[in-house]
C-alpha cells in the first residue's frame, strides 16, 4: 500500500468534525500514536518518528461514522485505535492523519446464553466480569486481560490464554459476529456474521472500522492458576503437552518458561526455585487432584497455586497469565532492556530436537518460551522466545535457523498484516473486503503491503 499524499487540512478536518471531541497537543499526539512496538529495536527505529496530526475521539457509533464520512471527502489516512497494547505498530500511523480512539465506545449491548455483544471499546476485564455476573465468561483474552479493549484484541490478536482449549480467534465459532463502517464519504453499516468475521480480524484495522464485536461464552469455571516446576526443560515440554492433551483436565493457560527466562521476571522468580523450568497454566480446581498426578508423572512440583480470579481482580497481584504470552517479554525488558523476542511454530512432534538445535546454535542468545494452543483441531505449540539484542543481522540469523529446522516464523518486527504472518500473505477475501469498505486505502495505510486501490482511485495515493 502506498502513501497517501493528500495534505492535512486542520480547519477542514475540524469543521467536519463538529462537536466530535478531538485533539492535537503535542503530548497527545505522541501517546496515541505510539503502541508497545517498542518490544522490537526494529520497529523502534522505524515508528519513534511517526505522528498522528489529530487525535478524534468519538463518543458513539454516529461520531465514528462522522470521521470516517470526513476522512473520505478530506482524503486523509485514519487509523483505529484501542488502548493500544498491541506490538506490532499496529495503532502507529505511518503517514499521519487522524487517529481515533475507540475507548468511548464501551457499551453493552446484550448478553445472552452462550453470547455477548459489546462496542469495541470496552475494557476485556470489564466485559468478562459483566459476562461472569450472568454465569459465564469469555472464551478468549490476551495476558494484556488487565489493560486492552476488546476491540483492539480483535483486530490485533489471533489467540492467547483460552487457545489451548479453543484454538485462535479463527477457529470456527469463535467469532460471531462484527459491525463494520465503511471509509466512504456516505459510510455504510456491514453486520459480519460467523466466519466472515475473519475479514476484519487480525488486520490491524485495515479492513474497516468495527464498533461491534459478537463473541461465544462458556459457563463459568473456578480457575486456578498454578505454577508447575522442573529440573530440565524437556520434562517441562512434556508435561505440557500432556496436560494440554489431557482430555479429563479443564485448561485455560498451559506456558513452558526456560530457567533463564524465568530469571529475567521478577514477579515470577520469587515464587518458584531458582534454577527451574516452569509451567505456568490454568486448570478447574474442581481438576486440581488429576492435575497433581500427572505433575508427579512427570517429575514436577507445585510450587504455587491461587485462585485466578481473586489474582486478576487484585491490583497488588500478578495473575499467572500475566506471566505469559506478551507479558513474558515485558516482565524482562523491566529487567534487561537488551531484550527483544520472536514467535514461531514448532513441529510439536520434534519440539526438542529443534529447540536442542537453536541452543546449540545460539547459546544464551535464545530464551525459551512456548505456548502450547489449538490448530485445526490439533494441539499445537508456539516459540515466542525472548532473544538477547544485538543487530538486525543478528535476529535475521536467529529466524533463518528456526525455518531451516522447520519452525515456521510469524515475524513480530514487522508492521504489515503479510509479513507479520507465518504465510507471509494477505488472503485473498481480506484484500477484496477492503476494496469494498476502503477503496481509497485510506485506513492504516502501509500495514496491508497487498492491496492496490481499484482502478479509478489510484490518483489518490502514490
Known amino acids: 500500500m502506498s502513501a497517501v499524499l493528500t495534505r492535512f487540512d486542520k480547519p477542514a478536518m475540524v469543521a467536519a ?46 461520531d465514528v461514522i462522522r470521521i470516517a464520512a470526513a476522512c473520505a471527502r478530506l482524503r486523509l489516512p485514519l487509523v483505529v485505535r484501542g488502548a493500544g497494547t498491541g506490538n506490532y505498530g499496529q495503532a502507529t500511523p505511518l503517514f499521519g492523519g487522524v487517529v481515533m480512539e475507540m475507548t468511548g465506545l464501551n457499551r453493552l449491548r446484550w448478553i445472552e446464553s452462550g453470547r455477548i455483544r459489546a462496542q469495541v471499546g470496552i475494557r476485556i476485564a470489564a466485559l468478562d466480569a459483566l459476562a461472569r455476573k450472568e454465569g459465564q465468561e469469555l472464551r478468549h483474552y490476551p495476558s494484556t486481560k488487565r489493560l486492552s479493549t476488546i476491540g483492539g484484541f480483535f483486530a490485533g490478536g489471533s489467540g492467547g490464554v483460552g487457545a489451548v482449549t479453543h484454538g485462535g480467534l479463527r477457529e470456527p465459532g469463535n467469532l460471531l459476529g462484527a459491525r463494520v463502517i465503511t471509509v466512504e464519504e456516505t459510510p455504510r453499516i456491514i453486520e459480519l456474521r460467523g466466519q466472515d468475521t475473519g475479514l476484519v480480524n487480525r488486520t490491524f484495522g485495515s479492513t474497516g472500522i468495527v464498533t461491534e464485536i459478537e463473541m461465544p461464552l462458556d459457563p463459568v469455571r473456578p480457575w486456578q492458576d498454578v505454577l508447575v516446576s522442573f529440573p530440565e526443560i524437556n520434562a517441562a515440554l512434556r508435561f505440557g503437552r500432556a496436560l494440554a492433551e489431557a482430555p479429563g483436565i479443564a485448561r485455560k493457560l498451559v506456558s513452558v518458561l526456560g530457567a533463564p527466562t524465568v530469571a529475567l521476571m521478577t514477579p515470577l522468580r520469587v515464587l518458584v526455585p531458582a534454577g527451574r523450568d516452569v509451567v505456568p497454566c490454568m486448570v478447574d480446581a474442581a481438576h486440581m487432584e488429576a492435575l497433581r498426578d500427572l505433575v508427579a508423572a512427570h517429575g514436577g512440583q507445585i510450587d504455587h497455586s491461587a485462585d485466578s480470579l481473586e489474582a486478576e481482580t487484585d491490583p497488588a497481584r500478578t495473575p499467572v497469565f500475566e506471566f505469559t504470552y506478551g507479558h513474558t517479554t515485558l516482565h524482562a525488558l523491566k529487567s534487561d532492556k537488551a531484550i527483544t523476542y520472536l514467535q514461531s511454530l514448532y513441529d510439536i512432534d520434534r519440539a526438542e530436537a529443534q529447540w ?48 531451516s529446522i522447520g519452525a515456521a516464523i510469524a515475524n513480530p518486527h514487522v508492521s504489515t498484516v503479510e509479513d507479520g504472518s507465518r504465510y507471509k500473505l494477505a488472503p485473498g477475501d481480506q484484500l477484496r473486503f477492503k476494496a469494498e469498505v476502503d477503496p481509497r486505502g485510506l485506513l492504516n495505510p502501509g500495514k496491508m503491503r497487498s492491496f492496490v486501490p481499484p482502478a479509478g482511485n489510484q490518483k489518490d495515493v502514490a
Open 17 to 62: 468534525l463538529g462537536d466530535v471531541p478531538w485533539s492535537d497537543a503535542p503530548a497527545q499526539l505522541k501517546l496515541k500514536s505510539r503502541d508497545f512496538y517498542w518490544f522490537s529495536p526494529v520497529l523502534t527505529e522505524k515508528l519513534d518518528a511517526c505522528r498522528a496530526d489529530l487525535i478524534a475521539m468519538p463518543r458513539d457509533e454516529a
Open 356 to 403: 536442542a538445535a537453536v541452543q546449540a546454535r545460539f547459546p544464551d542468545q535464545v530464551l525459551a518460551h512456548f505456548e502450547f494452543f489449538v490448530w485445526e483441531g490439533r494441539v499445537a505449540l508456539s516459540g515466542v522466545h525472548l532473544i538477547r539484542w544485538s543487530t538486525p543481522g543478528h535476529l535475521q540469523s536467529v529466524m533463518d535457523f528456526h525455518e
